[in-house]
Each structure stands twice: as structure tokens, then as C-alpha cells.
């Protein structure tokens, strides 16, 4: 059976490791906190001293990490996982990167011997929790084919994009839309409110009609209540509004809408917002 690693055990990470143990794989697992290692090796994890080790011990690796220069400390870092990876063992990157990264880190894997594969994930802390994400995959097919199974044991289903940078160009259009989807909600719950209207009347009334959807049926009833309990932190949506305007600038498109989405959670990272749900841009928006 093929020996899995894991690199970042957030709150992403460490729900996907955790499918992986359930479903019979032997799994060693690296975080920057050790602390956080501690439920994944209740359950038969390995933990390793660092990504270097990690890869040492696995056929494949996966990483789930918030940020670019995360990646790529965990990748090209002294004791890094290109210091242990092995010619024909794999990489796959599941964090939220930008196309240009996520190219180089395949670069320097494939130099390495080993094969690379993007795989960032559609979905949030409940459906990691639950084995529902989506992985939008690119880069080498046949690692794809290979770890269909952790995948499944991960996710409700898993898409091949093509060569390497589709999968993260997918994922931040994806997340833009989110992002510009809770800015316009949030504005609408606020306006409604400042008119007198019943916030419950209002989240009823989008359900039955045609802009009913899970992000606003699951997010909405909480907000109203000043909760913001995170799913999906809005300093990593912020970073990711970011990389999708970065990637409108490479391509030569304006993104009107999203640049101003931006500015909100932007604002909101500000006040002090970056740790809760990015939903939390609702706070700001009503004291405007």
C-alpha cells in the first residue's frame, strides 16, 4: 500500500490526514506546531521532525499549507521536502497557490526525480471534515491515477485540469467568485437590516428563490447573531482575492468586481477580522 505524508495540519490539513488514517492508509505527518500532530498520531499517524523527513518516509506527499511563501519554505527550506523526496515518489500541492509557485516548485521536484501534481481543494472545514472536497488536479497524470484512491478517501470527487498551473488558476477563480458572492450578501443583509427588515425573512426568502445556495444557507443565520466561528479564514480568502487579481494582471483583464471585493476584506483584516470566518466582512459593512 502507498505510504502517505503530510505537510500542514490546519484546519484543512489536518481534517484530510485524518480521512486518510480512517481509510486504512499509513500516513506520517509534519506541522510546524507539533501540538498539532497529537490527535493524528492517536489514531497510528507517524510523526516526523520536519518535511524533509517526511517525504523520506513516503511514497507520496501531500502539503496543505496557508500561503505561497509557505510552500515554498516547506518545499525549498534546509530541511525541506525536496531534501528527502526519492526519484519516482510524488508531491501533490494542495494549498491555494499562485500558477507561477506552484510551476516552480514542480520544476525543482521534477529535477529531483520525483513527480509533482497541484491538487487544490473546493471546499472548507466542514467538508474536509466530512471527505466531501473537490481536487482540482494538474501537472503529472500518472500520480494522479495512482492516488485516485486518497483522493476518494479525502473528497467526493477529483478533476484532472491539464499541465501544471491550471489547477491553481481553477481554484482562485473559484474563491474569487465566493469572495465577491459574501461581499454582495453581505451588503444586502446589511441594507436590509438598516431598512427594518427582519434579517430570518431575509435569508428565508433568498432560499426559496433563485440565488438559494449552501454558502449563504449555512453562513447566513450565524452572521446575523455576530458569529463568525472559522470555516474558512478570511485572511486566506483575503490572500487568495489577492493572487486572483495578480493572475487578472498577468493575463491583461480587469477585475472590477473583485478588486473591490478585495478592498473589504482588506478592511476587514484591518480591524482585526483576519482569524475569523471570512464571513466576518459583515461586521464591517454594517458599521460603514
Not at 498520531?41 to 518516509?57: C, M
Not at 519516482?88 to 500541492?93: A, D, L, P
Not at 491583461?252 to 478592511?267: D, R
Request: one cysteine or more; hydrophobic letters at 45%.
Amino acid at each position: 500500500m502507498t505510504r502517505y505524508g503530510f505537510v500542514g495540519l490546519g484546519i484543512m490539513g489536518n481534517a484530510m490526514a485524518t480521512n486518510l488514517l480512517k481509510a486504512g492508509f499509513q500516513v506520517t505527518v509534519w506541522n510546524r506546531n507539533p501540538s498539532r500532530c497529537d490527535s493524528l498520531a492517536a489514531l497510528g499517524a507517524q510523526v516526523a521532525e520536519s518535511p524533509r523527513e517526511t517525504a523520506a518516509a513516503s511514497d507520496v506527499t501531500f502539503a496543505m499549507l496557508s500561503d505561497p511563501a509557505a510552500s515554498l519554505e516547506v518545499c525549498f527550506g534546509s530541511e525541506g521536502v525536496l531534501r528527502g523526496i526519492r526519484p519516482g515518489c510524488g508531491y501533490i500541492e494542495s494549498s491555494t497557490i499562485d500558477a507561477a509557485t506552484s510551476r516552480s516548485i514542480s520544476e525543482a521536484v521534477k529535477k529531483q526525480g520525483g513527480r509533482y501534481l497541484e491538487a487544490p481543494v473546493s471546499g472548507s472545514k466542514k467538508p474536509a471534515e466530512d471527505g466531501a472536497l473537490i481536487f482540482l488536479a494538474a501537472g503529472d497524470e500518472s500520480l494522479y491515477q495512482e492516488t485516485a484512491a486518497a483522493f476518494d478517501a479525502m473528497g467526493k470527487k477529483h478533476l484532472f485540469l491539464g499541465e501544471v498551473g491550471q489547477g491553481a488558476r481553477m481554484k482562485l477563480v473559484i474563491n474569487m467568485i465566493l469572495g465577491g458572492m459574501m461581499a454582495t450578501f453581505c451588503e444586502g443583509l446589511a441594507l436590509g437590516e438598516k431598512s427594518g427588515l427582519d434579517g430570518g425573512l431575509i435569508l428565508e426568502i433568498l432560499d426559496a428563490g433563485a440565488a438559494a445556495n449552501p454558502m449563504f444557507r449555512v453562513k447566513g443565520a450565524p452572521m446575523l447573531k455576530g458569529e463568525f466561528p472559522a470555516s474558512f479564514p478570511l485572511k486566506h480568502m483575503q490572500k487568495d482575492m489577492h493572487l486572483a487579481l495578480a493572475c487578472g494582471d498577468e493575463l491583461g483583464l480587469p477585475l472590477h468586481c473583485t478588486a473591490t471585493a478585495n478592498e473589504i476584506y482588506k478592511q476587514a483584516r484591518a480591524a482585526g477580522s483576519e482569524d475569523e470566518d471570512f464571513s466576518a466582512i459583515f461586521q464591517v459593512i454594517k458599521q460603514r
